[in-house]
């Protein structure tokens, strides 16, 4: 397994997987997620993959096979009340859904950690949606904390 920048030539199956992710949110909140959408329109998406402040990182199998992602955004704190530091923020992570549960996302983390740490990132965080459990029991193997709740009603 290779990881690295993710480049153009990897849209295709970034938004395939793009897609599995909006199906696993869908299952949960279908009155959020719309089943076969994705969360980045073709052109977004080609801004995002060119923007070096929202790198996306690829896991690429020996044949080049597009294995995960994970969509990351560079985030500068400086407000009057807190000390200047940088977020790494992970803003989607995926593994092909028929290869799970095989470390890829494990090895994809790690690469991202390892990065964020070289490039002076104070921390990692991230958005996981209530009732995801398999992703939830991921994140807490990778050693993730609670760093807050986001509270909802619906009307
Ligand atoms: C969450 C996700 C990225 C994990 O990637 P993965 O390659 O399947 O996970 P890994 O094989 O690297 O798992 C590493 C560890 O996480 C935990 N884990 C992973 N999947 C799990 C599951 N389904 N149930 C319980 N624990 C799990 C285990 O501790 C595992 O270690 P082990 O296999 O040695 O026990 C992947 O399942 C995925 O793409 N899910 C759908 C999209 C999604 O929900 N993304 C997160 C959006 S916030």
């Known amino acids: 397994m290779k990881?690295?920048?993710?480049?153009?030539?990897?849209?295709?199956?970034?938004?395939r997987l793009l897609e599995?992710?909006?199906?696993?949110?869908?299952?949960?909140?279908?009155?959020?997620?719309?089943?076969?959408?994705?969360?980045?329109?073709e052109e977004e998406l080609a801004e995002i993959i060119a923007d070096d402040s929202r790198p996306i990182f690829a896991a690429h199998d020996e044949d080049g096979v597009l294995m995960g992602?994970?969509?990351?955004?560079?985030?500068?704190?400086?407000?009057?009340?807190?000390?200047?530091?940088?977020?790494l923020y992970i803003d989607d992570l995926c593994v092909d859904e028929n290869i799970r549960g095989k470390h890829v996302g494990k090895a994809l983390y790690d690469f991202v950690k390892v990065w964020a740490k070289e490039?002076?990132?104070y921390?990692?965080?991230?958005?996981?949606?209530e009732h995801n459990e398999k992703a939830k029991s991921f994140y807490d193997a990778m050693g993730m904390k609670i760093q807050?709740?986001?509270?909802?009603?619906?009307l």
């Open 119 to 121: 490039n002076g990132f």
């Open 148 to 154: 807050l709740y986001g509270m909802e009603e619906v």
């Open 3 to 15: 990881i690295d920048r993710a480049t153009k030539k990897d849209q295709p199956d970034i938004e």
């Open 20 to 41: 599995q992710v909006c199906k696993v949110h869908a299952d949960i909140r279908p009155d959020l997620f719309i089943a076969g959408n994705r969360k980045y329109t």
């Open 69 to 87: 992602y994970c969509f990351t955004v560079v985030e500068e704190h400086k407000g009057f009340n807190e000390p200047p530091h940088k977020t």
């Open 123 to 129: 921390n990692i965080t991230l958005h996981v949606w």
